[in-house]
């Protein structure tokens, strides 16, 4: 007789391997670690995962973090259009003594990038897609009713995209990040023209600095318009722009992810 194979979850192999979720992940989608999917989930088989020799086991003795046993059930629910559960994940993670940051940075965002590529490798339709960026909008949305950081306000972060830009939640999540740190976030979302970034920025009380949020696929040349006429206006404001671009000025800042956001505006105010 056969015996049955037994088969795990992508959290229940990332425990076994003692590994962040995403990092499992990785090895299913890059064909590292065999998979199939069951009911909308991946499954690996156990001998699969014993076979693995060339994964790195964590240290015995080391558990995850708390936030680290979300970010699967985080993405399961995204992709599943779930919003309710989605926050209920997010808010038990708070209960747990997590701040906005760590679930953006730490269960938000991992799960986001994994929702993307599984849209850019053909797995996902358009639809599943913006309804999973639908469902975090939602609940950056209900973030901004937590209780905020004690103390002076740092200050306002302009946050906008530049023109022709589209994609708009990487800029929500950014005005999140900086409310959660204690500044007074302005986000003028997608597609915003140059004239009227500019005098947002001239009419916002105490601006710390101005945010360009960008993807891969924003436009090089609109993003050097869009700074230099914002440099040419207001040339003592500090710009950060998402990612790094040729073209830009050296006093231009270049941000590699959310933390690095945060770091510079931290040196910035002083705080």
Known sequence: ??????????????ERLGLHYMTVYKYVRSG????????GSW????????????????????????????????????????????????????????????VICEVVVPALRAVGDEWAHGRLEVY????????????LGRMQGLPQRRGKKLGSVLIACPPQET??????????????RGYHPVNLGPDSPIDTIIQAA???????????????????SVIVETVAAILGSLPKIPVMV???WAGLPDNVLSLDGFPSMLNHLEQLSGS
């Open 128 to 139: 599943e897609e913006h309804r999973a960026s639908s469902v975090v909008l939602a609940i």
């Open 167 to 180: 994609h708009g939640l990487p800029a929500a999540i950014c005005a999140e990040l900086v409310r959660s």
């Open 202 to 220: 001239r009419s916002t009380d105490e601006l710390t600095a101005i945010v360009l949020s960008t993807v891969s696929s924003t436009s090089a």
């Open 1 to 14: 007789m056969n015996e049955a194979i037994e088969m795990l979850s992508l959290n229940e192999a990332a």
């Open 43 to 102: 499954e690996v088989s156990a001998d699969d995962l014993a076979s693995m020799s060339s994964i790195e086991r964590a240290p015995s003795g080391r558990g995850h973090r708390s936030l680290e046993s979300k970010t699967g059930p985080f993405l399961q629910a995204l992709l599943a259009g779930d919003a309710a559960g989605s926050w209920l994940i997010a808010q038990s993670a708070f209960d747990s003594g997590a701040s906005v940051e760590d």
């Open 32 to 39: 590292k670690l065999p998979a199939r999917k069951s009911g």
């Open 242 to 244: 998402g990612g790094v």
